[in-house]
């Protein structure tokens, strides 16, 4: 669900319908402030779910886990590779090992726009050995799926090129996403634009965090949330705990969005977002018990939308 939020055709839009009243005519109406940026399209929570569902599935029925180098991390990526494959998307597993297990960062990219501009969009697909990761971080691979489907969907053609990457081994210290950027050129590292991570945006007794690292970027989700009437607070859990660190670290402008982990929720922070204060955003965090029932719909679809959101805002 996707309340109206102000993109620059909808501003454009307004200001056309002002002038229409004031007795002018479309032709006073203030141009266009540059491209018009066509609306993001909203996120079905229910498909983003669904992706949930699947990957419930897969670590059921492969020991419990969807962790580095067991074989429900693969089947994960499988899953997602096949849908992306199926929509158009140009695939390509990227292979390392760590701790004696072979791992796998899978990377998606929509053909066109300018390469030496490329938006990157990530989040760990792997999960703990002791249990099926669905909020840590089933969340955020569902959620840029499901955005790259409706990429997929609307044929989207922006100024830049899109590049979506769901990496492995996060849980281990950053392994695939570190592996990814460390095998970067450095011509290929200076044409991302920015990366976008989303690492637990579901959690049950959620938050509304945004990085604040690229202030642009910050802006961007901050404007979505703002226009949603939801208010936001800046993620202080730590810098370089999960897959944006990086690519910080490489130069690149980063950002994201976090629903918050083993921290807990405090008294005005219940005020502000509802839930239950005194207790831990995600009392599942890194336990058996996140499992599909570990997840709060209103937190994934409002970050879903955020997602699609930035995606077509910063690709302009
Ligand atoms: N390290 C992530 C969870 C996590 C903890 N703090 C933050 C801050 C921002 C993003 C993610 C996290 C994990 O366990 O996968
Ligand atoms: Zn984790
Ligand atoms: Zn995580």
Redesign the pocket.
């Known amino acids: 669900m996707q309340l109206s939020v102000p993109g620059r055709a909808t501003a454009t839009a307004v200001v056309a319908a002002v002038s229409l009243l004031a007795g002018g005519s479309l032709a006073d109406a203030a141009p266009a402030a540059g491209p018009t940026v066509a609306a993001a399209p909203d996120i079905s929570v229910t498909a983003v779910k669904a992706h949930l569902t699947q990957l419930q599935s897969i670590a059921t029925a492969n020991g419990g886990n969807r962790a580095h180098g067991r074989a429900g991390y693969k089947a994960s990526l499988d899953y997602v590779k096949a849908k992306l494959d199926a929509a158009g998307f140009t695939t390509t597993i990227q292979q390392f090992t760590s701790s004696g297990r072979v791992g796998y960062n899978l990377i998606a990219d929509w053909p066109g726009g300018d390469t030496n501009k490329v938006l990157m969009a990530g989040s760990?697909l792997d999960s703990v050995t002791s249990g099926a990761g669905i909020n840590?971080?089933g969340s955020g691979s569902a959620a840029i799926l499901e955005t790259a489907l409706a990429v997929s969907r609307a044929n989207f053609q922006p100024a830049k090129h899109l590049r979506f990457a769901w990496w492995g081994a996060?849980?281990l210290g950053l392994v695939g996403s570190r592996y990814y950027v460390n095998s970067l050129s450095t011509a290929n590292r200076s044409r991302i634009s920015g990366y976008l991570n989303f690492?637990?945006i579901g959690s049950p007794n959620p938050g509304y965090f945004v990085y604040d690292d690229d202030p642009a970027i910050e802006k961007t989700f901050k404007t979505y949330f703002t226009g949603l009437g939801v208010p936001t607070e800046i993620?202080t859990?730590?810098d370089g705990?999960?897959d944006h660190a990086p690519f910080k670290n490489a130069g690149v402008p980063v950002g994201g969005l976090?629903s918050g982990?083993d921290y807990v929720k405090t008294a005005a922070q219940a005020a502000k977002w509802g839930g239950t204060s005194g207790r831990a955003f995600d009392r599942c965090y890194?336990s058996s018990c996140d499992t599909t029932a570990n997840i709060n719909d209103t937190a994934l679809d409002r970050n879903s939308d955020a997602i699609a959101y930035a995606v077509w805002e910063l690709s302009a």
């Open positions: 760990h840590d971080n996060e849980e690492d637990m993620e859990e730590g705990r999960s976090f982990a890194h």
